[in-house]
């Protein structure tokens, strides 16, 4: 295991104000969270879009809060020092305040997060304070939210418009003011993220909005070729572990088909007088 030191809220800022790249990924289940904390990822991001990437849906809407708190706890199992992050799922925030704080808080007690993020700018902005009061920190979420997919016409880059682009910035600017630890921009042009970065008093961090933030996201599926049904275009492919899977998954069908799996190497036996005495015994029952 990795013998870091907790990640904490003012490492993280203290990398920010050294202008040191912040690392984030997203992350849904034990084992790979055991990896990335062995890479030394920083920031862990449980999203709802473990809805598609790990439930099949085709939109993060279906995604409950018992799915969040369930693959949190196994990231957190598999990451003990990397600031794990529980992504509010849809209306788990927007029918109250109430509502948010009690939701946000379960993250924090029965995950064990080290915060929790929402998506939405000035509509969102009484949720976010109200959360941050209650002591959770809070992470804000703008350009493409896909809790408001329907209402932005798809998965499409906002913000290259000039009035768009100015409401993103103030959006910015509002979360920031209601206590917003960070703020992520996704699918936002990259000047526009650099105006934001550059305004902002906190970590930045661009999911595929350019490499003026504060730090860096992608969603684990995408880098490694495991989501079959599209590619982003912001996503690096770092290794096709997807095509790997399933040249292996075809083998073996092939080999079991073939009776050449198993091999010797691959069961347990037992002692010739076991199971000579085993056979007694079946026998006398007979």
């Given at each position: 295991?990795?013998d870091?030191k907790?990640i904490?809220?003012p490492y993280?800022?203290?990398k920010?104000?050294d ?10 289940d ?9 890479a030394g ?5 449980v999203g ?8 099949g ?16 706890k ?10 794990l992050i ?6 788990s925030y ?10 946000a808080g379960r993250?924090?007690?029965?995950a064990?997060c080290?915060a929790?993020?929402?998506e939405g700018?000035?509509?969102m ?6 959360i941050?009061?209650a002591g ?13 997919m ?5 998965f ?9 682009a ?8 509002i979360?920031e003011?209601?206590g ?20 902002a ?9 350019g490499?003026?933030?504060s730090?860096?996201?992608l ?6 070729g ?11 492919v ?5 095509e ?6 075809k083998?073996?069908t ?5 009776r ?23 026998e006398?029952?007979?």
């Open positions: 295991m990795t870091r907790k904490t809220l993280l800022y203290k920010y104000q202008g040191e790249p912040i690392v984030m990924l997203t992350c849904y034990y084992p790979t969270a055991y990896l990335q904390e062995q990822v920083e920031m862990i991001l709802d879009s473990l809805g598609m990437t790990m439930l849906y085709e939109t993060t809407l279906p995604v409950t809060m018992e799915d969040m708190i369930r693959h949190c196994g990231v957190r199992t598999g990451a003990p020092t990397a600031w529980g992504d509010m799922p849809y209306m927007q029918p109250s305040v109430e509502t948010a704080i009690r939701n993250f924090m007690a029965e064990a080290d929790i993020k929402l700018g000035r509509e902005a009484d949720r976010m304070a109200a941050v009061a959770i920190p809070a992470m804000g979420h703008l350009g493409l939210t896909p809790q408001s329907s209402a932005l016409g798809g499409k880059v906002q913000g290259r418009g000039a009035a768009q100015k409401r993103i910035v103030e959006d910015a600017r979360l003011e209601a917003a630890f960070s703020i992520l921009l996704e699918m936002v042009p990259d000047r526009v993220c650099k105006v934001i970065t550059e305004r008093g906190i970590p930045i961090i661009s999911l595929g909005s490499p003026h933030a730090g860096q996201l969603i684990y599926h995408d880098m490694f495991l989501y079959p049904r599209f590619q982003p275009k912001m996503a690096k770092y290794g096709n572990a997807g790997v899977i399933l040249n292996g998954l083998q073996y092939s080999e079991v088909i073939g050449q799996f198993p091999q010797p190497e691959n069961w347990f036996t037992m002692k010739d007088e076991a199971y000579d005495e085993l056979l007694k015994l079946l006398a029952e007979d």
